[in-house]
């Protein structure tokens, strides 16, 4: 049996709120998601629950067992990520690396911990859903996998998928 995690992007913000295209982006993408969730995460920024809280108006949906808030899935160092961006011209993975690996390794063990310990709590056949910040999600993927995705758009997402210790990675608009 599977289960998935849905990792995505919060919509547009200014600051840490939503601007009003975001608050609409994230309704009308909330109208797409056809998925329960047994669990939803916030990255503990307004706008990522400002973005749950879309979705979720705009799906009708609810969540099995509630929507949370984890901090782990926000960087401590962002500063730092800031820098290595800059440095890179870049935001992908490679190129963070290319740059300071040493954040990138220590970032992606940290949210592949978050990751695979979310993937302990989801049940299973289950889904879970994170929204979040960029590239967090990107170095939790690399944590876990050791693959590389593209960066994530504002709203967009990654579906994770494991089954007996294996993960596939698809990506969603």
């Known amino acids: 049996m599977t289960k998935s995690v849905e990792l995505r992007r919060h919509t547009a913000a200014d600051g840490d709120v939503l601007t009003e295209g975001g608050v609409e982006a994230a309704v009308e993408i909330g109208g797409q998601l056809t998925a329960m969730y047994d669990i939803a995460i916030s990255s503990g920024a307004q706008r990522a629950t400002q973005t749950i809280a879309c979705f979720l108006a705009g799906s009708g949906g609810h969540v099995e067992g509630g929507v949370e808030v984890d901090s782990r899935w926000r960087s401590e160092v962002e500063d730092r990520w800031k820098t290595a961006y800059e440095a ?28 695979s310990e979310l993937f302990e709590r989801v049940p299973e056949g289950g889904r879970a859903l994170v929204v979040g910040h960029s590239p967090m999600h990107e170095a939790a993927v ?8 593209e960066p994530l758009s504002k709203g967009a997402g990654v579906l994770v998928t494991e089954e007996q210790g294996s993960y596939e990675i698809r990506p969603l608009a």
């Open 88 to 115: 890179a011209g870049a935001g992908d993975i490679e190129s963070f690396r290319r740059v300071d690996a040493d954040l990138v390794d220590e970032e992606s063990k940290l949210l592949a911990e978050a990751l």
């Open 142 to 149: 690399y944590g876990l996998t050791g693959e590389t995705i």
